[in-house]
């Protein structure tokens, strides 16, 4: 059954339709590398929350815009007429399109308003052009004549481990305090990773629909047993970064292999799910574990580093 063919009676309140389509189980994307990069700054000896709070907004405001670009510029291609997932704002009727796009634009406008006063409260001007490439590779997604997420060649994948793992992450250290040490690459690398997961599990689960409407995604490309492989990848690599950072923050092999090793159990389940997922819903549960995994890693990784930055205060 189409998004637009499903009976009235089945179809979501247009309130919870809002809600679904700004995707809140992707924000775990946003936030992580901001509360990781905020953690870091403690870490290196000063942090001001009034900024941080400024970074979190503008990382949340680009996700959800991104969701709901993406709601809008499919829905118009004809592109969600056969989803297996949750219903669409656009392609399911349920809203306008005009009310959509005003919506993406709403929130790509928050962004940059946030964005221009943390630029100004940190004098970090430059990474204005940073933000103004995020917002252009966030609407270009799915939008405009030639959108490379209908492209299938890496620039999707790229583009999220670029804008929510590596600017995200250290732009909010930047901002804060300007340092860039190693290990905050290393982490940032390892978020952004995660979001690439995030996005390919995603697009695993849009596969065959994809393929009829002519979306080629990375995953439509390379088919479902090599973009589980690479989702796999995406979910054990972190492992490395999760490892480093912890040792960096307190300097004990031991306990760096033991949290390692119970969050490489833990990102073993949305992988495990991600397999064995043949329905829509199945599919939307190994994201949603996805998130939660990627949640846990900046919570372990925030703990260290806050920690190590509690011990050198102590006589």
């Not at 809008?72 to 997932?85: K, N, P």
């Not at 656009?90 to 306008?96: C, D, K, N, S, W």
């Not at 574990?289 to 925030?302: D, P, S």
Request: net charge positive; glycine share 12%.
């Amino acid at each position: 059954m189409t998004g637009s063919s499903s009976s009235p009676s089945s179809r979501p309140s247009v309130a919870a339709a809002w809600v679904e389509g700004a995707r809140l189980r992707t924000l775990p994307a946003a936030a992580a590398p901001v509360l990781v990069g905020t953690a870091a700054a403690v870490n290196l000896g000063t942090w001001a929350p009034g900024r941080a709070a400024l970074a979190l907004v503008v990382a949340l405001a680009l996700q959800v815009g991104v969701n709901y670009s993406n709601d809008y510029s499919d829905g118009i291609r004809g592109t969600d007429e056969d989803r297996v997932g949750p219903p669409r704002l656009t392609g399911g009727g349920l809203v306008p399109p005009k009310v959509v796009l005003a919506a993406a634009l709403g929130c790509f406008a928050v962004a940059g308003l946030a964005g221009l006063a943390l630029l100004w409260l940190s004098g970090q001007w430059w990474l204005a052009v940073a933000g103004v490439a995020a917002v252009v590779a966030a609407w270009f997604y799915t939008g405009g004549r030639t959108p490379y997420g209908y492209m299938g060649i890496g620039v999707s994948e790229l583009m999220v481990f670029v804008f929510f793992g590596l600017m995200a992450c250290v732009g909010t250290t930047w901002t804060q305090v300007p340092q860039a040490p190693w290990w905050l690459w290393v982490a940032a690398s390892s978020l952004g990773l995660l979001s690439v997961a995030m996005l390919m599990v995603n697009n695993i689960r849009d596969i065959d629909t994809d393929a009829v409407a002519g979306k080629r995604t990375l995953a439509v490309r390379l088919g479902r047993r090599v973009s589980l492989i690479v989702f796999s990848g995406c979910l054990a690599l972190p492992g490395l970064g999760l490892f480093a950072v912890v040792l960096h923050a307190c300097s004990r092999e031991a306990i760096a292999m033991f949290v390692t090793v119970v969050w490489l159990v833990m990102a073993a389940v949305p992988a495990r799910l991600a397999r064995g997922a043949r329905t829509g819903s199945e599919h939307v549960l190994a994201l949603k574990r996805t998130g939660q995994v990627m949640l846990v890693w900046a919570g372990i990784a925030c703990l260290a580093l806050l920690a190590r930055a509690g011990l050198a205060l102590l006589p």
